[in-house]
């Protein structure tokens, strides 16, 4: 990340000294930041935590709490580092609905730290007793786990590497199996791992990659892990798209001081944890968060409805040159394969969600995604599909198939990442593709050339994205090949009327 605020070396910036001189409409911490002690480490300070798990337990402290301020650490990047530490961790969210802003300065953020340069620090705070939770937000990827399966990817390099070298961990695994080995070592309980990103089940499936890991590595340690590290389930939802430079220019504007990495949010924010914390929690709930036995029903209605119906107009809206959600939403055919997406594919998957209205949730989620106050570019969302496919839509498909029932819309999502995989657009711009597999997949699309059929199936073969059972499934394999051929040889509008049947 580049940081680049107009006038930033004479501007003053946002820090502890700066709260008091802000405008008095911008809300900022109440309480004494030099007085809170950090009960929570988190791993991966990108704009969503910060818009969201971070805002959660502001509020426990604006509340009164004093124990659960948070150290934010990244695993190599500097960058969140050099942004916020000058800032003395604090950072300003903007919430925008539509043309209504809102600022808020957040000081959860009590301290920045880098593990690749700041190792043996990073791991002594972690065995500290005082420190009861470690939050991740590292994105689907960052878990190193097979996309099909959930399991660890025991081939994935930094996997390989971190075996090799087990006390000098690069990847999520290694890094939480060090950090609970020194801890132990220490002779101090272990810390709640609190996963925070997009997969289902994701508590479970990273103690599974977590054990497994530490198996190798040792399995002693490894049935260490299985019976005394609780990892929660959560489903976390806000949109946040990632922090463009106007973006700062406007906040340190309002600000009357440079914020180095501002974030810009929607209003809404919903947080579901699974309340299993052996060394206790803050009191999220009174910040809203909804503290549950089984996560798995709000889990798989968000991943499902909001992220799969993301994941189609991001594929769909990249060929065609539509650059944000909200654009993709004016669009005269997009509201409406999405809105069959939710109805015929997705809803049917999902089982009761306590107190919640399933069909009234997609019909906010349109409202959401309305929003003109952000800027959500569809590129970003299409970044990593080959992790994103299998939970917000593939086991959908699978599910609706071992029921007797046929997805509709899924086979033209899956066909839209395929034809999205070419790196240009219907307008003859490149773009690039983000992926960790982007050298294989990049390579079969070159191979096949212009032969739909040849690429599907070439893809299909790919078993960590599409798994063993739905490649197996003659009408899944069809429909997807039969919207590709569509889409390579008439393009997405064309391809559009004739799915909604009207030409
Ligand atoms: C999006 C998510 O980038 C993406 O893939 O679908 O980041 C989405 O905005 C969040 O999960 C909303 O909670």
């Not at 399966?149 to 939480?176: M, Q, W, Y």
Request: hydrophobic residues 40%; contains cysteine.
């Amino acid at each position: 990340m580049t940081i680049n605020l107009r006038n930033d070396a004479a501007a003053k910036r946002l820090n502890n000294d700066a709260l008091t001189g802000l405008p008095a409409a911008i809300e900022r911490p109440s309480y004494d930041r030099k007085a809170i002690s950090p009960g929570i480490v988190h791993i991966g300070l990108g704009a969503f935590c910060r818009a969201h798990a971070m805002v959660y337990t502001d509020d426990v402290l604006q509340n009164g709490a004093t124990d659960w301020g948070v150290v934010g650490v990244a695993l190599m990047s500097p960058a969140s580092r050099d942004a916020l530490k000058p800032q003395d961790g604090l950072y300003t969210l903007l919430s925008r609905d539509n043309d209504r802003d809102n600022l808020r300065v957040i000081g959860s953020i009590l301290d920045v730290m880098v593990t690749a340069e700041q190792k043996s620090e990073v791991f002594e705070l972690l065995c500290k007793p005082e420190i009861r939770i470690v939050t991740l937000t590292v994105t689907e990827k960052g878990y190193c786990l097979d996309g099909a399966t959930g399991s660890l990817d025991e081939k994935h390099p930094a996997i390989i590497a971190d075996l090799e070298n087990p006390t000098d961990p690069r990847s999520v695994p290694g890094f939480l199996t060090e950090a609970l080995r020194l801890r132990r070592a220490a002779g101090q309980a272990p810390f709640t791992v609190l996963v925070c990103d997009n997969l289902a089940q994701n508590g479970i499936k990273v103690r599974n990659a977590v054990t497994r890991f530490a198996t190798l590595r040792d399995e002693e340690l490894g049935r260490f892990v299985a019976d005394n590290v609780a990892f929660p389930c959560t489903m976390v939802d806000r949109i946040t798209p990632a922090t463009q430079d106007a973006d700062r220019r406007k906040v340190s504007e309002m600000l009357g001081v440079a914020d180095a990495w501002p974030v810009v949010t929607e209003p809404f924010r919903q947080w579901v944890v699974e309340d299993h914390f052996p060394l206790g929690r803050p009191d999220w709930e009174k910040a809203g968060a909804i503290m549950a036995q089984d996560v798995l029903p709000y889990e798989l209605m968000k991943l499902r409805c909001l992220n799969g119906s993301h994941s189609t107009l991001a594929y769909l809206s990249v060929i065609a040159g539509i650059e944000t959600i909200t654009d993709a939403m004016a669009d005269e055919d997009l509201p409406r394969v999405i809105r069959r997406l939710w109805d015929e594919d997705l809803v049917p998957t999902l089982p009761p969600v306590p107190g919640t209205d399933v069909v009234a949730y997609t019909h906010d989620l349109e409202t959401r995604f309305r929003n003109t106050g952000v800027r959500h570019l569809t590129l970003q969302i299409s970044w990593d599909g080959s992790q994103k496919l299998p939970p917000r839509l593939l086991e959908a498909a699978a599910e609706l198939y071992s029921s007797g029932r046929d997805p509709k819309v899924i086979p033209l999502t899956v066909a839209a990442w395929m034809r999205f995989l070419s790196g240009k657009n219907e307008l003859g711009q490149d773009y690039t593709i983000t992926d960790p597999h982007a050298a294989r997949l990049t390579g079969i699309v070159k191979d096949a050339g212009s032969d739909a059929a040849r690429l599907a199936n070439a893809l299909f073969d790919i078993r960590e994205i599409f798994g063993d059972v739905l490649p197996g499934n003659a009408h899944f394999r069809a429909e997807v090949i039969k919207h590709l051929s569509s889409l390579m040889s008439h393009g997405v509008r064309k391809t559009l009327k004739a799915f909604l049947g009207e030409v």
